[in-house]
């Protein structure tokens, strides 16, 4: 959809027709959707999510994807990072050198290898390692917990999955590996940044203009993996 535009030739807000049989949350989050310019970028693009132009602009800046790297993506669903990914690593059918692992059911992409299942699970490693034929240079994370609306629950919630991500991570990387994943700005993160850079030459704070402004997600990324 094209948002109208006004005299001046700036394009107006759509507004919601209806709001019949909507809840207060489902009417906000649809008129963000048809106002949110990454919306229709991802539409565009064949993208699955807006999303992927959050690792589209980190890696435009960072220069973190490189052609014949191994890349995993935890939390991979839908799989908008697995497409940026395959398309900056040269990742084909032929020679598949991404692996997304979801515990939900995700469709097929060229160049990516889906797996679904929990990434927590002890075997989770060693079949990752299997499916990529080595170790990775790199662990990407967009993945968050489902949300209570309690702001200090849902903090504790994400971080959790951080850490065991981080924990994965160790196992999988191979030396001068990097490591991004997505976080919430909160009074929790001091000690995941610190089990950071025990392990990583640099670890910085990252949030690209994709992530809407009113979110609190930022991104961490770290770099140079000791191993």
């Keep these: 959809m094209t948002a109208p535009k006004n005299p001046s030739g700036r394009e107006m807000a759509v507004r919601l027709k209806t709001a019949r049989k909507r809840t207060t949350s489902q009417q906000k989050w649809l008129q963000r959707q048809l106002n949110d310019p990454y919306v229709a970028k991802a539409k565009a693009a064949g993208y699955k999510s807006r999303a992927a132009f959050k690792l589209v602009e980190i890696d435009d800046k960072y220069k973190l994807l490189k052609k014949g790297q191994r890349i995993v993506d935890l ?32 469709d097929p992409l060229p160049g990516v290898d889906f797996i679904q299942m929990d990434f927590t699970l002890p075997e989770a490693d060693k079949i990752l390692k299997e499916k990529l034929g080595g170790m990775a240079d790199g662990v990407i994370s967009d993945m968050a917990a489902n949300t209570t609306g309690h702001k200090k629950t ?73 191993g």
């Excluded at 669903?77 to 997304?100: F, H, K, L, M, N």
């Design 75 to 106: 939390g991979a669903a839908p799989g908008g990072w697995c497409q940026v990914a395959a398309e900056r690593i040269g990742s084909t059918e032929e020679d598949v050198r991404i692996v997304g692992i979801d515990l939900l059911e995700i």
């Design 154 to 226: 849902d903090h504790l919630k994400i971080m959790g999955l951080a850490e065991m991500a981080i924990a994965f991570a160790r196992e999988v990387l191979a030396p001068n590996g990097f490591f991004l994943c997505k976080l919430f700005q909160g009074g929790e993160t001091g000690q995941l940044i610190t089990e950071l850079k025990r392990d990583f030459a640099t670890v910085r704070h990252v949030k690209p203009a994709a992530s809407r402004a009113d979110s609190a997600e930022l991104y961490v990324l770290a770099t140079g993996f000791r």
